[in-house]
């Protein structure tokens, strides 16, 4: 079981998400006025708050949605469950589909501290059915795997 820590959005790609505390999830297109939204298979960007946590250690200090994610949850290590994972929170269903990405140019991060852990720590979803998320909602993990 997970927590959610933060729920951020932006509303123009390229700049930093901002923690919004609760969003709409729209099935099929990920979140209301998220710049990211649409229809492909990278809806919705999650990452552990472990892996935050951690990298915050190495002297980072960064703040919610510095990495471009939409949920940073708690309880999970998302790389290391396999594509096709499915998540539930609240009426909200989500659908693993990518673990990683490449980044073609280095983001402030990576300028001020020399790494960034979206690329291979950070995973994507698609929202299979709609509904709300806030901070300190409860995720589970329905079932795993790519036969989900």
Known sequence: MGKVIAVCISEKKGTQKVNVHTATFIENYGI???????NWHRQVSLISKEKIDAFNERGAKVEDGAFGENLIVDGFDFKNLPIGTVFQ??????EMTQIGKECHSHCEIYKRVGDCIMP????FAIVKHG????EGDEMVILTEGANA
């Open 32 to 38: 209301e006025k998220d710049a990211h939204a649409g």
């Open 89 to 94: 929170c609240n009426d909200v269903v989500l």
């Open 120 to 123: 291979r720590e950070g995973v």
């Open 131 to 134: 509904g709300t998320i806030s």
